[in-house]
């Protein structure tokens, strides 16, 4: 069974950092890739980030390009998401996800995903 974790979630001040981490067991698929949403309260589901596990290819949504960074542990089974220079906006539920289809920014293409943690930013 499928599982994903995440943890790392909390209440930042603007300006300040976060690293999320999403850790991943009952599979062992070699081409898939893992990504991260947010979900702000009324708001849609939207993609922040995805890594292909096999190559460490990185795709990131324009609003996190220059301030997150998505990277993977092999070892671990785990995926991570550096956020620095957080903004109110960026306040929303983060959730992992995998997709088996590879690189994507489409939440229809994941196929499983996590129970999300909580991000504030706020003074």
């Known amino acids: 069974q499928v599982q994903l974790v995440e943890s790392g979630g909390g209440l930042v001040q603007p300006g300040g950092s976060l690293r999320l981490s999403c850790a991943a067991s009952?599979?062992?698929?070699?081409?898939?890739?893992m990504g991260w949403f947010r979900q702000a309260p009324g708001k849609e589901r939207g993609f922040v980030a995805a890594?292909?596990?096999?190559?460490?290819?990185?795709y990131y949504a324009d609003s996190a390009k220059g301030r997150f960074t998505i990277s993977r542990d092999s070892a671990k089974n785990t995926v991570y998401l550096q956020m620095n220079s957080l903004k109110p906006e960026d306040t929303a539920v983060y959730y992992c996800?995998?997709?088996?289809?590879?690189?994507?920014?489409?939440?229809?293409?994941?196929?499983?995903w996590g129970q999300g943690t909580q991000v504030t930013v706020s003074s």
């Open positions: 996800a995998v997709s088996l289809l590879g690189l994507t920014d489409i939440a229809s293409r994941y196929d499983y």
């Open positions: 009952g599979f062992t698929f070699s081409s898939h890739a």
């Open positions: 890594i292909r596990w096999s190559g460490g290819n990185t």
